[in-house]
């Protein structure tokens, strides 16, 4: 089985290509550069399963126009900040501007939140997957990763804002974390939800 994921983050490609390898799912992820797809998408849907929609209706007008017919997947996630009013939300790979780096984005996070109480400092990570069958069935999953804010940044890379988020049940950022602590983080519970799917429709 092939699975289009339309993403250009090589991160992102390569985080489902390891977990479906440790689950040992026979399921290929084509990237949007392998068939040739490299249009600007506008995602200026004002939810993740707007913006996850339009990035897959998107692909799929590209796919029927060039006569490529296999499944799609795509995504949009984020974090949402309680004391932010779900902040930054939809927003967040842009939400320090366009093309701002990852310090810039945890900076300004964690500006908006210097005086708010460390029991206020809640959070979570949202990922939406949706997926676009050949017959233009469309599935559409959710996983979420709950957990708080904290005040000192640690390690950058990985996750945007995973130097700034400890998960439920750990004293250590997301970023810091081994894969086998993390367990099934927002993107792995959303892409379970889709395995079981294709399980079932085959």
Known sequence: ?????GTSNQGKINQVKEYLEYKKE???IISLKDIGFNEEIDENGKTFEENSLIKANAIKSFCDKNNI????????AGLCV???NGEPGVYSARYAG??????DCITKVLNKMENVKNEDRTAKFVCVLTLIMPNGTVKVT????FGRIVRTPGPLGKLTYGPIFIPEGFNKTMNELTDEELGSTHREKALNQIIEYLKEEK
């Open 1 to 5: 089985m092939k699975i289009i994921y």
């Open 26 to 28: 026979n399921i290929e």
């Open 69 to 76: 017919h296999e499944i799609i997947m795509t995504d949009d």
């Open 82 to 84: 309680d004391a932010l």
């Open 98 to 103: 366009d093309h701002a780096s990852q310090l």
């Open 142 to 145: 959710r996983g979420e990763t």
